[in-house]
């Protein structure tokens, strides 16, 4: 394979076009070529005067001598991983969010039979249930934003990006492309699926592991853990309020980060864990059209998608204001999954073709700003927040707003400017620092008025900030060993609930993994 980066392309093209385009320029022979395909789309947007694409392709010709001065590459091959498959029982994974799916997906390429449990509904009811909570405020406390088929990346942007470096990201890329998702996934530089694709691809992925054997337990909650010479030997769910004991020796815990009856349970059963650190604030919005500008300018005529940004401010004491999973042209969710709270998240379809775009505008928080010493001190803090945000909002599930500008004169917002919060199923005019601690209100000041300096607009008085963001990461990390383990025999923490994993892809990642030294270790 011959491969060749970086080449700008400054027009509205094709993808064929593209590689024609780039076969002239490097005198290549269309008859020489077997096979093509892009490799990397991005956008330099540096220079407002001049905003083109980036493109990289990889091209495999008959002879690759005859065209010595362009690199050559070899083909990514995946890790090469001996398993020794010596399973007396099936295997159970506790989760059906991105990391449960893709370690049952890696079970049944293996010939190996997984169950499923899902406290939350298969994606088709849990649909109807996010949608009833967003149009009445009647929360589904098994089943929401936060809970059920697909886990919480279901209702987000979507993203796949990620800071890791593993040739799995290559496989989950490739999995979600044949389950569904748009081929331009593999080569945008910011890959994305948005909701309205997940749903389908989710689906689809079911199915798939279902006819390879698999089994899918849903409604079902696990509610205890028995365990005998430091093993795991059972598990007892609840179902329709009935209890049932399911035999099993080797679980993979991909329980997302927003289960906490299940953390507190592990925690009483003696498996290790400690508090970690993640990140609470609100959620901003803008106008799309106003993101557009900045980054765009206004010269341009290419067909460009809706731009996104990424900021960070860094303080003097230590703590950091950044934007976090932002979604152009989306919404802002009701992601609560407990009764009297309130949680956000944001979330774009495929398209972001919303009038707004919406950015998580979170602090950093440590153990050191929980309370007691517990491993699940920061589950308090978090749950503490959720809760003033619920009684501020008006105790009806409506979520507190305020105006950028009123947030930094320290008021109440008493009406709404040009941009108009998305957030369902209502909102109410409020004043955030009546909840927030102070090290968040000032550090969020200081970053929103840093931002504005890189990122011109983005503390537009009528910019809306809507709190609450707790949920960014967990705060919880199971510790494992390096054969993935807890210190409970056959347990394997995984994905983001677990501590190790922050989005989409890496949870993914993270499930195959698991799945991969389940095999090996057996």
Not at 175 to 184: H, L, N, T
Not at 337 to 345: A, D, K, L, R
Not at 370 to 375: D, L, T
Not at 408 to 420: F, T
Request: charged content about 20%.
């Amino acid at each position: 394979m011959l491969r060749i980066n970086d080449i700008p392309i400054r027009k509205n093209l094709t993808e064929t076009e593209v590689f024609e385009t780039i076969i002239k320029k490097y005198a290549i022979k269309k008859d020489d070529v077997l096979d093509w395909h892009i490799t990397r789309k991005s956008i330099d947007a540096r220079k407002k005067e001049d905003v083109h694409f980036i493109y990289s392709i990889d091209i495999h010709v008959k002879d690759e001598n005859k065209y010595k001065k362009i690199d050559k590459i070899k083909k990514l091959e995946m890790p090469n991983v001996i398993i020794n498959n010596h399973l007396t029982s099936r295997p159970v994974i506790v989760g059906a969010g991105p990391a449960g799916l893709f370690a049952a997906l890696t079970l049944v390429q293996n010939n190996v039979e997984p169950i499923i449990i899902e406290q939350g509904q298969a994606i088709e009811k849990r649909q109807e249930s996010v949608d009833l909570f967003l149009k009445t405020g009647k929360l589904n406390s098994a089943s929401n934003v936060q809970f059920g088929e697909g886990g919480a990346g279901t209702f987000s942007d979507g993203k796949l990006t990620t800071g890791i470096h593993s040739p799995f990201c290559k496989k989950v890329l490739e999995e979600f492309v044949y389950f569904g998702a748009p081929k331009s996934l593999l080569y945008l530089s910011k890959p994305h699926i948005g909701t309205d694709h997940l749903i389908h691809i989710v689906k689809n992925m079911r199915e798939y592991i279902m006819s390879k054997g698999g089994t899918f337990l849903f409604d079902t909650k696990v509610i205890d853990f028995d365990i005998v010479n430091h093993s795991i030997v059972a598990l007892r769910t609840l179902h329709n309020k009935l209890e049932e004991t399911i035999q099993a020796n080797q679980v993979i815990l991909a329980i997302g980060h927003s289960s906490r009856d299940t953390f507190k349970t592990l925690y009483k059963k003696g498996i290790y864990m400690e508090p970690k650190n993640f990140s609470v604030g609100v959620r901003i919005e803008h106008l799309q059209k106003w993101i557009n500008q900045a980054q765009y300018g206004t010269i341009t005529k290419l067909s460009l998608p809706p731009a996104d940004y990424k900021l960070a401010y860094h303080t003097n004491n230590g703590r950091t204001c950044y934007t976090f999973c932002m979604c152009p042209g989306g919404v802002v969710m009701a992601s609560s999954s407990e009764p009297n709270t309130i949680v956000t998240n944001g979330m774009s379809n495929f398209a972001r073709d919303g009038e707004n775009a919406n950015s998580a505008l979170l602090v950093n928080v440590t153990p050191e700003d929980f309370i007691g010493n517990s491993p699940l001190a920061g589950i308090d803090f978090q749950k503490d927040l959720e809760q003033k945000a619920f009684s501020l909002g008006g105790a009806n599930y409506f979520a507190p707003v305020q105006r950028v500008e009123d947030f930094l004169k320290n008021q109440k917002s008493m009406s709404i400017g040009d941009v108009k919060p998305s957030y369902k199923p209502g909102f109410t005019l409020s004043n955030l620092q009546e909840i927030l601690p102070d090290f968040i209100i000032s550090t969020l000041k200081q970053g929103i008025q840093y931002f504005d300096t890189k990122l011109h607009g983005f503390a537009n008085p009528d910019s809306i900030l809507t709190g609450l963001e707790t949920r960014s990461s967990s705060p919880v990390r199971i510790l494992r060993d390096e054969k993935m383990l807890s210190n409970i025999s056959g347990i394997y923490p995984c994905g983001e609930g677990a501590g190790y994993a922050g989005g989409i892809m890496s949870a993914s990642v993270d499930g195959i993994r698991c799945a991969i030294n389940l095999l090996k270790n057996n």
